[in-house]
C-alpha cells in the first residue's frame, strides 16, 4: 500500500508542477494548462478514493481486533459455567 501512495503522491506532484509550468508558459485559460488541471483533479481523486478504502479496511481491521478482544474476554471469565 505504501508504494501505491507514494506513487500516486509523485505523480500528483509532477503533474501539479507540468500544469504550472504551462499556465506560466501559455496562460490559465489555455487548452495545455486545462487539461493538465483536468488530469490533475483525476489524480487527486484517485489519491482520495485509495486513502478512503485504506481508511476503511484499517477500521474494519481494528474493530475485528475489538470484537475477538471482547470475546476472549468472555470466554476467559472466571464466571464462565460450562
Same mark, same amino acid.
Given at each position: 500500500?505504501?508504494?501505491? +501512495?507514494?506513487?500516486?503522491?509523485?505523480? $500528483?506532484?509532477?503533474?501539479?508542477?507540468?500544469?504550472?509550468?504551462?499556465?506560466?508558459?501559455?496562460?490559465?485559460?489555455?487548452?495545455?494548462?486545462?487539461?493538465?488541471?483536468?488530469?490533475?483533479?483525476?489524480?487527486?481523486?484517485?489519491?482520495?478514493?485509495?486513502?478512503?478504502?485504506?481508511?476503511?479496511?484499517?477500521?474494519?481491521?481494528?474493530?475485528?481486533?475489538?470484537?475477538?478482544?471482547?470475546?476472549?474476554?468472555?470466554? +476467559?471469565?472466571?464466571?464462565? $459455567? $460450562?
Amino acid at each position: 500500500m505504501r508504494d501505491t +501512495n507514494s506513487a500516486l503522491m509523485e505523480k $500528483i506532484q509532477v503533474k501539479r508542477e507540468e500544469m504550472m509550468a504551462w499556465a506560466r508558459a501559455t496562460g490559465l485559460n489555455s487548452e495545455e494548462t486545462i487539461r493538465c488541471s483536468q488530469e490533475l483533479d483525476r489524480l487527486i481523486y484517485l489519491y482520495q478514493v485509495f486513502y478512503k478504502r485504506r481508511q476503511q479496511r484499517k477500521q474494519s481491521g481494528l474493530m475485528f481486533v475489538r470484537q475477538m478482544k471482547l470475546l476472549m474476554n468472555k470466554f +476467559n471469565s472466571p464466571a464462565r $459455567i $460450562i
